[in-house]
C-alpha cells in the first residue's frame, strides 16, 4: 500500500504538555514542525482533567487542565507548528522518519530531528496482578476522567481508589463530580503517598478514609463490581469492601512502544527512553520529553523539558552537537529510577537544573549523598520529605564535583 511522504524540520510524537511546548517553540525559531497524535483533539491528559493547577511552573498561572491544553494547543499553531490528530506514529522507516496512520491514509514523515513526546500511563488491574472477577467498572484515572469529563458518562456510587498518590485524590474529585462517593482509598506504604495539603483535606473535606499497609487482594462481581477485598500488611487480617466502582491510581510506565521499536536503550528502572542533560536519546537526533522520561510529574514539568529541547533539536540540526562521552547516572536506594540518566559535560544543565529521582520508600528528611568511583561527590540535605509516589527533585550543581573522565555517578540516600 503506498504512502504520502511528508518532510519536516522537526516530527513530534505526541500533543501533550511536553510536544506542544517544543513544537512551539521549535516553529517559532523558523523550522517546519509537525505535530502527531493519536487522539482526535491535541492537549494530552490535561484535556480530560477537569480541575485546577495547571500552568504554575510553565506559564505563572494556575488553569483548569481542559484551559491548559487549549492554550498550549494555541500557542503550538499560532507559533506555525502543524498539528494533526487522529494520527498514530505506528512505527520507523529509517533513523528519523516515521509511518503514520490516518482516516485519510498512510503517511510517512521524514524529519531532520524526533522529538518523543508520548508521556505516560497508569498500570492497569490485569498488569498489577490483582486477581478475581473481570467485571465492568474497574478503572485507571485516566480512563475516569475520559468516560466522566470528555464522555459525561456515569459511574457507580460507591467506589474504592487503589492508591493514594497525588493523582488519587484526582480521581477522587472526578468521581465526586460524577456523584459516586469513595468509600475507602488504599495504599500499601505506612503513610499516604501524596503531599498533606491533598491528604488533609482530602480526608477532613471530602471525607475519604485511607487505609494504610493494605492492598486490594481480590475483585469481585461478575456483571458488575459488587466489592473488593482488602489485606492488611502488617496482620494478613483480610475484609471485604462493598463498592461498585474500582480506580486504580498511580504505578506509572512510559507510553514507550516508538521508543523501543527504535531500540533506544533505556532506563532499567523506569523502562523509559535513557536521555542526557539534553534529552537526547542513544539515536543521533531522536529526543524524549515530558513523563515518557520521567513517569510521572507535572504537566508543567514536562512542558519545561519541551521548552528546554528547543535549543538542542535547534544545535542538531545545525550540525553542533555536543561530545559524544556521558557519565551514567544511577538510583542508589531507595531510588528506583533517575532522570536525566546521562550526565554530558560540556553540554549545559538538564531542564530546570534538577535531577529526577523516583522514591520507593518514606524518609523524613532527603539527605543526599553523590558518590563516584568511591569518592563522596556532594552531600545535600533538602528541606522536604521523601515519599513515594512523587518526584524527588535534586540540584544537578550536586554534581559539580564530579570527575568528567570519571566513572558512573551513583545519587542515594543517607
Do not use: K
Not at 143 to 172: D, F, I, K, T, Y
Not at 289 to 317: K, M
Not at 344 to 357: E, Q, V
Amino acid at each position: 500500500m503506498s504512502r504520502t511522504v511528508i518532510t519536516a524540520d522537526v516530527a513530534v510524537a505526541g500533543a501533550g504538555p511536553s510536544g506542544l511546548t517544543a513544537a512551539g517553540g521549535l516553529a517559532a525559531a523558523g523550522l517546519r514542525v509537525l505535530v502527531l497524535d493519536r487522539e482526535r483533539e491535541a492537549g494530552g491528559i490535561p484535556r480530560h482533567s477537569d480541575h485546577t493547577g495547571y500552568g504554575i511552573r510553565d506559564l505563572g498561572r494556575i488553569m483548569t487542565g481542559p484551559a491548559y491544553a487549549r492554550l498550549l494547543a494555541a500557542r503550538a499553531r499560532e507559533a506555525g507548528a502543524a498539528l494533526r490528530t487522529s494520527a498514530m506514529v505506528t512505527g520507523w522507516a529509517g533513523e528519523r522518519a516515521l509511518d503514520v496512520t490516518t482516516p485519510q491514509g498512510l503517511l510517512r514523515v521524514e524529519a531532520g530531528a524526533v522529538v518523543l513526546a508520548t508521556g505516560a500511563r497508569e498500570r492497569p488491574r490485569t498488569a498489577r496482578m490483582v486477581p478475581g472477577d473481570r467485571p465492568p467498572g474497574v478503572l485507571t484515572t485516566g480512563q475516569l476522567q475520559n468516560l466522566v469529563h470528555l464522555h459525561g458518562r456515569a459511574v457507580g456510587g460507591r467506589a474504592v481508589v487503589v492508591g493514594a498518590e497525588p493523582v488519587s485524590w484526582s480521581a477522587v474529585l472526578t468521581l465526586r463530580r460524577a456523584g459516586c462517593r469513595t468509600v475507602l482509598m488504599t495504599s500499601e506504604h505506612a503513610r499516604p503517598e501524596s503531599y498533606a495539603a491533598f491528604s488533609v483535606p482530602g480526608r477532613a473535606v471530602l471525607g475519604v478514609p485511607v487505609a494504610t499497609g493494605t492492598r486490594v487482594v481480590r475483585v469481585a462481581g461478575h456483571d458488575a463490581v459488587e466489592a473488593v477485598e482488602v489485606e492488611d500488611l502488617r496482620t494478613g487480617a483480610r475484609r471485604t469492601v462493598p463498592c461498585d466502582t474500582v480506580v486504580f491510581t498511580g504505578d506509572w510506565i512510559p507510553d514507550d512502544e516508538l521508543a523501543r521499536a527504535a531500540g533506544l536503550a533505556t532506563d532499567p528502572g523506569s523502562r523509559a527512553p535513557m536521555v542526557d542533560n539534553t534529552l537526547a536519546t542513544s539515536r543521533p537526533g531522536v529526543f524524549a520529553v515530558g513523563n515518557l522520561v520521567h513517569p510521572v510529574d507535572t504537566a508543567d514539568v514536562a512542558a519545561l523539558d519541551g521548552r528546554h529541547v528547543v535549543r538542542h533539536v535547534l544545535r542538531h540540526l545545525g550540525a553542533d552537537t555536543p561530545a559524544r562521552r556521558a557519565i551514567p547516572l544511577l538510583a542508589g536506594a531507595p531510588f528506583t529510577w533517575v532522570s536525566p540518566g546521562l550526565a554530558r559535560p560540556g553540554a549545559g544543565a538538564p531542564p530546570r537544573g534538577r535531577i529526577l529521582l523516583w522514591p520507593a520508600e518514606h524518609r523524613a528528611l532527603a539527605r543526599v549523598v553523590v558518590t563516584q568511583d568511591g569518592r563522596v561527590v556532594a552531600r545535600r540535605t533538602l528541606p522536604w520529605p521523601v515519599s513515594p509516589g512523587r518526584v524527588l527533585r535534586v540540584p544537578s550543581s550536586a554534581l559539580s564535583g564530579a570527575d568528567p573522565r570519571g566513572g558512573p555517578i551513583t545519587i542515594s540516600l543517607a
